[in-house]
């Protein structure tokens, strides 16, 4: 039982690790104003980015505050502070006048687009040293885990095994 916790213990921290690395790769991308933001407004930035789509109007405010789990009032306060820091744009609803709809700026756009360009390079390296077979498993593997944990598993969610 000790080596399974073990074994587990060790999956998920190599794949912290594997992120670490991968941001220090990313050294010259560097931003200072991220050293600047709290915990929770980082989890913002990542919302939007992850939830919102270039080709899309934007995330509503009651959006923003039911994935984070944070009074709407909490998620405006946040949004402005994101504003004048120049990472979010905040913009009317061109469906919806009333309400708005928040993006991430530009310039932030552009370098994330860089992070991640950096990021499947790196990928596509390490996928190039894995055996062409066990490619499929590995990419099948990752997305199991990467739905289980989201909440949202193909298959049953149970208790491990």
């Given at each position: ?62 959006f ?67 055996d062409?077979?066990e ?27």
């Amino acid at each position: 039982m000790k080596k399974t916790e073990t074994g587990c213990s060790d999956l998920w921290r190599a794949v912290f690790r594997i992120g670490g690395y991968m941001r220090e790769r990313n050294r010259g991308s560097e931003d200072k104003i991220f050293y600047k933001l709290t915990y929770n407004q980082l989890r913002m930035i990542q919302c939007v980015y992850v939830c919102g789509r270039e080709d899309a109007p934007g995330l509503s405010l009651k959006f923003l505050a039911e994935k984070l789990g944070i009074t709407p009032a909490a998620a405006s306060e946040m949004v402005n502070t994101l504003v004048r820091k120049g990472v979010f744009t905040r913009e009317e609803n061109p469906t919806d006048r009333r309400a708005i709809s928040i993006r991430i700026s530009g310039e932030f756009q552009q370098r994330f687009r860089q992070s991640e360009q950096l990021f499947d390079r790196l990928t596509a390296d390490f996928m190039k040293t894995v055996d062409p077979g066990e490619r499929e498993i590995f990419a099948k593997v990752l997305r199991l885990w990467n739905d289980y944990a989201a909440g949202t598993p193909s298959g049953e969610q149970g208790g491990t095994s």
